[in-house]
């Protein structure tokens, strides 16, 4: 058996994983912490009720105490850090929680896991530490660390602080880095859900800026195998880029939306655009190909297809997220841009 600390694993990308992993591996046993914040959510995880290869602990992984005990209890080998404050707007209303989450937390969890030994810690990180691209090029691991917003430079400080402990203490880390995930238990503050419920709603849609910002976008289950391959697989003190070359610009995104669902383009609204809008990202992965094998399985077209009927049968899901503090976010976030 893998004794596997995996944290935020009840957030979008983490209960993707630990839902899949756990139908793929027999010899894991994953223990799950994560705090429950507005972003996590135990129904992400309920197939796995009875599955006595996975416990869920209610926790934040800044507890040192909780996170020793955990460690202890288990006997942890591994460690596979999801937990984050995500999001960048949330970032640009207020910073202190993603600091204190995603560097001092990822501090704490290191601390512990180098006392402890461990066989190998996987920070998750994203492309956005490596900040913004022109209209040509692509992030490769070497592209140097440039981030813009509060989320990525907290991002950019946890993964040069892994870097460092690999440096200094020769502990077994890797970093992933990632482009933008979409796919099944994604929470709608993010541009493909919120659009979604916004059109099913009948709501206005709301477009940062010109609407021509470019995302690299991958559906979560290729990124959640790229992780796994990592994890195995991956070499220690490397950083492995993920994407799935799939650039497209915000505006044709929402307008296939509407186009699915079959409404109106009147319901977009340009609104005032996002402070510091990193233009484009765009990955260039041919690392993670070349040295473990990987690439994505699932086209865009096939996989959006999914994911909207995934919402489209799970309205109880959402319906109770945005019923909730969702709505206090939404009114600041948007309402002095008058979107409802
Ligand atoms: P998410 O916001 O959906 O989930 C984050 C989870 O972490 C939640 O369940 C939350 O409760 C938990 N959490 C937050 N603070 C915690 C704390 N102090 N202690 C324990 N748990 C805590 O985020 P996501 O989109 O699933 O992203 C997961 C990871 O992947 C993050 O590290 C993010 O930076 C990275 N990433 C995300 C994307 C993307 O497109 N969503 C792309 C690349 C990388
Ligand atoms: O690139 C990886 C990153 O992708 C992850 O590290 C982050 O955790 C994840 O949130 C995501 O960041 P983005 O800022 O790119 O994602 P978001 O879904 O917030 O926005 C995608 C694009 O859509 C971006 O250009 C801003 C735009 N947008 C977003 C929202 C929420 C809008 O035009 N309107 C909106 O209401």
């Known amino acids: 058996m893998k004794n596997i600390l995996v944290t935020g694993g009840a957030g979008f990308i983490g209960s ?3 839902n899949h992993i756990l139908k793929e591996r027999d010899d894991y046993f994953i223990v799950n912490l994560d705090k429950l914040t507005y972003a996590g959510n135990l129904a992400n995880l309920s197939d796995l009720k009875n599955d006595t290869k996975h416990i869920f602990v209610k926790g934040d992984i800044g507890n040192r105490q909780l996170v020793t005990y955990l460690f202890e209890k288990y006997n942890i080998e591994y460690v596979i850090n999801f937990a984050a404050e ?6 640009i209303l207020g910073s202190y929680e993603f600091y204190q989450t995603n560097v001092i937390g990822t501090n704490i969890l290191l601390e512990t896991a180098r006392r402890f030994s461990v066989k190998k810690f996987l920070q998750i ?3 956005e530490v490596y900040g913004s691209l022109g209209s040509s090029g692509l992030f490769t691991e070497s592209t140097p660390i440039s981030p813009n917003s509060p989320y990525s430079s907290s991002k950019a400080g946890s993964d040069m602080m892994v870097q460092a402990f690999y440096h200094t203490y020769n502990m077994p880390v890797v970093i992933t ?3 933008n995930n979409y796919g099944p238990y994604q929470f709608p503050e993010k541009l493909i859900p919120l659009m ?3 059109a099913l709603n009948n709501k206005q849609l709301p477009v940062y ?3 021509m910002n470019v995302r690299d976008w991958i559906y979560v289950i290729d990124h959640n195998k790229a992780i796994n391959l990592v994890f195995e697989n991956g070499r220690a003190g490397e950083v492995y880029n993920i994407g799935a070359s799939n650039e497209m610009p915000n505006i044709e995104i929402i307008k296939l ?4 669902l079959d409404k109106p383009e009147s319901l977009i609204k340009y609104v005032t655009d996002r402070l510091g809008h990193d233009r484009r990202y765009a990955i260039d992965s041919s690392k993670i190909q070349n040295e473990l094998g990987w690439k994505p399985e699932f086209h865009f077209e096939e996989a959006i297809n999914k994911t909207i009927d995934w919402y489209l049968a799970n309205k109880d899901w959402w319906e109770k ?3 909730g503090e969702y709505q206090t976010y939404y009114d600041i976030q948007y309402g002095k841009a008058k979107v409802h």
Do not use: E, P, Q
Not at 86 to 91: A, E, L
Not at 257 to 260: A, S, V
């Open 321 to 323: 997220i945005i019923s």
């Open 16 to 18: 993707n994983y630990v």
């Open 125 to 127: 990180s994203t492309d």
């Open 86 to 91: 995500s999001h960048v707007d949330r970032s």
């Open 196 to 198: 979604i419920i916004n």
């Open 209 to 211: 800026g010109d609407g």
């Open 177 to 179: 880095r990632c482009s």
């Open 257 to 260: 939306i509407l186009k699915k």
